[in-house]
């Protein structure tokens, strides 16, 4: 609750019928220009993985997935997703995609560890994306066209929202900032990395962070990582490490950044070592995806998700993300939301 951030007289542009039409227009309007962007197929995806098989996404490492038996399998182990990383790139080879194009999906996930507040649910939907690419295509320049790409859906769904409701003003810029999370860091070399992304957010309104898990000059890492998805390590944006990032957006309403899309070049077998070994998970080379990875069977990709409840959030100018989506909050934070306006479904 000590998170929980209350909008001075908050007071909703869209009723619940408004808001429950906004999101469905929202949701079909921007994954059919996501799509159409970067080439990408629809596919199904798995609510749950085997344990085991360095399948499922770790996040930072720390989050502890939900998990249960199943008994026709002798009682093995599956793990509810974090999120799809990894799996889309065995469905790229799976489906034989060619370099150029890629699959997208719905990816509903729960994270029973999320501090829960505005943004955060225990309940994770995103568009999770991912595109087959060359050698040479793993480079900065690439990395920054994609992100281009992806903004561009954004401003004109931002659009749509504008021609439904004209009481929603577009407040997006037309530019995308990039900046590398180490000129960050030394641009606000007195805040935190929250704090550096507000600063950033506040100033440009559309930003993306390239070289998200990777040491900064102070010894830090911007945030974490898994070490066997995304690329932080090959040299990118002037030279420095990374080849994936974060694009954050100023949320006036909250007074903060809110970050949409996390995605990156996914690792090839140099990265994938290089980090595994400072990590100190070299182990992993033993599971399934990594051996897929180093026995040449996975195409080099890129890869991301981009958060559905998140996006309608921000589109619709919502306070609180159970405002968008259903799932579980404390009794003290409906009826403290409830007093203030936050209806939350």
């Keep these: 609750m000590s998170k929980l951030i209350i909008p001075q007289d908050y007071k909703p542009l869209l009723g619940l019928k408004e808001t429950e039409l906004g999101i469905k227009q929202i949701k079909d309007f921007f994954q059919m220009n996501l799509a159409s962007e970067l080439r990408l197929r629809r596919v199904t995806a798995p609510l749950f993985v085997l344990k085991g098989m360095g399948i499922n996404d770790d996040l930072n490492g720390v989050e502890r997935p939900v998990s249960f038996p199943i008994k026709d399998l002798g009682e093995q182990e599956a793990e509810v997703v974090h999120s799809l990383a990894k799996w889309k790139r065995l469905t790229l080879a799976e489906y034989n995609i060619e370099p150029g194009y890629g699959v997208y999906t719905d990816m509903n996930a729960i994270r029973a560890d999320e501090e829960l507040d505005n943004l955060h649910s225990l309940y994770v939907d995103q568009w999770d994306w991912e595109r087959v690419v060359t050698a040479e295509d793993r480079n900065v320049d690439f990395l920054k066209d994609i992100v281009n790409r992806i903004y561009a859906a954004m401003l004109r769904t931002e659009y749509l929202v504008y021609e439904m409701y004209p009481q929603i003003k577009p407040c997006l810029p037309q530019k995308l900032h990039f900046i590398h999370a180490e000129e960050l860091r030394q641009l606000y070399p007195n805040l935190d990395a929250k704090g550096r992304e507000n600063a950033i957010c ?39 490490p990374g080849l994936n990032g974060d694009l954050l957006l100023w949320d006036d309403l909250l007074g903060r950044s809110i970050e949409l899309s996390s995605m990156g070049i996914r690792v090839d077998k140099s990265a994938l070592l290089t980090q595994l070994k400072e990590a100190g998970q070299e182990e992993r080379l033993n599971l399934y995806f990594h051996k897929r990875l180093m026995d040449d069977t ?37 009826k403290t939301c409830e007093q203030h306006n936050i209806h939350l479904i």
Aim: positive net charge; glycine residues 18%.
């Design 202 to 240: 506040r100033k440009f309104g559309a930003v993306f962070i390239i070289g998200i898990g990777c040491k900064l000059g102070d010894g830090q890492k911007h945030d974490g990582r898994a070490a066997d998805y995304d690329d932080y390590t090959t040299p990118g944006l002037n030279g420095l």
């Design 298 to 334: 996975l195409p080099l990709s890129i890869g991301g998700g981009i958060g559905q409840s998140r996006l309608c959030m921000f589109l619709l100018r919502k306070a609180h993300i159970g405002e968008i989506q259903a799932s579980i909050w404390s009794d003290e934070m409906r």
